[in-house]
């Protein structure tokens, strides 16, 4: 299962993509997000801190959608994530796979992420 970061950055990829709404974004983040704090590194907890406060003050009036997407969108363009386990390439017949293991390394791992289609 990949990190919560991840699972974040690529449903707000699906919002700015117009896949998801922002009613569909805001629900998914209240419940993927609850409990954060106490069970995640300083990094995540950044993330979910800043996308609600964005989500809060949308709400509150704050920012138009498209201001919204403004913001959102460099969070999901290029970033740099850590993961305690480790990923484990799976070559089939007609694609390479990206299984995420359980297994901890004692070593962290850094990967920069970069979603091409994200500029929506």
């Known amino acids: 299962m990949p ?27 209240v419940s993927a997000s609850y409990n954060v704090l106490q069970k995640e590194n300083k990094n995540i907890v950044d993330l ?14 704050d920012w138009s959608e498209d201001e919204l997407k403004n913001f959102l969108k460099p969070m999901v363009e290029s970033y740099s994530v850590y993961i305690d386990y480790i990923p484990i390439l799976k070559f089939g017949a007609s694609a390479a796979q ?8 004692k070593l962290p791992v850094f990967f920069d992420i970069l979603y091409v289609g994200a500029s929506a």
């Open 3 to 29: 990190p919560l970061d991840i699972d974040i950055r690529d449903k707000i990829v699906s919002y700015l993509l117009d896949d998801i709404s922002i009613e569909h974004l805001e629900d998914w983040f």
């Open 48 to 61: 979910v801190s800043d996308i609600g406060l964005l989500l809060a003050e949308y709400s509150n009036g």
């Open 98 to 105: 990206v299984l995420w293991s359980e297994l901890h390394s």
